[in-house]
């Protein structure tokens, strides 16, 4: 059983600040890309942010700017800071893990964290 274990979420003003994380099994994060994703009622779920082995990271536009997606190897942890929080960044934000393993047959794996529920309101 592999787990993402994530924490941050909450209730946060317009224009305040949260930090989401999601861990996993070493073996895992050593050779994944992690990213982020949301989902608002209603919505498909989206891409939000995304960070590879190498440390390369990208962020979709409509959070350009205000989110940072960065990766600790050390303590196996993705993590999602987010400022200036808008009313429209409401959703149930996911942590991804995904790849192939290191020994035959190669097999990929998509894993999901448990979404962690971030709301924008005053």
């Known amino acids: 059983q592999v787990h993402l274990v994530e924490s941050g979420g909450g209730l946060v003003q317009p224009g305040g600040s949260m930090r989401l994380a999601c861990a996993t099994a070493e073996s895992i994060f050593k050779i994944s890309a992690m990213t982020w994703y949301r989902q608002a009622p209603g919505k498909q779920r989206e891409l939000v942010a995304g960070?590879?082995?190498?440390?390369?990271?990208n962020v979709a536009d409509s959070v350009k700017g205000r989110f940072t997606i960065s990766r600790d190897n050390a303590k196996n942890t993705v993590y999602l800071e987010m400022n200036s929080l808008k009313p429209e960044d409401t959703a149930v934000y996911y942590c991804?893990?995904?790849?192939?393993?290191?020994?035959?047959?190669?097999?990929?794996?998509?894993?999901w964290g448990q979404g962690t529920q971030v709301t924008v309101s005053s």
């Open positions: 960070v590879t082995l190498g440390g390369t990271s």
């Open positions: 991804n893990a995904r790849g192939r393993l290191r020994t035959l047959p190669y097999a990929p794996y998509d894993y």
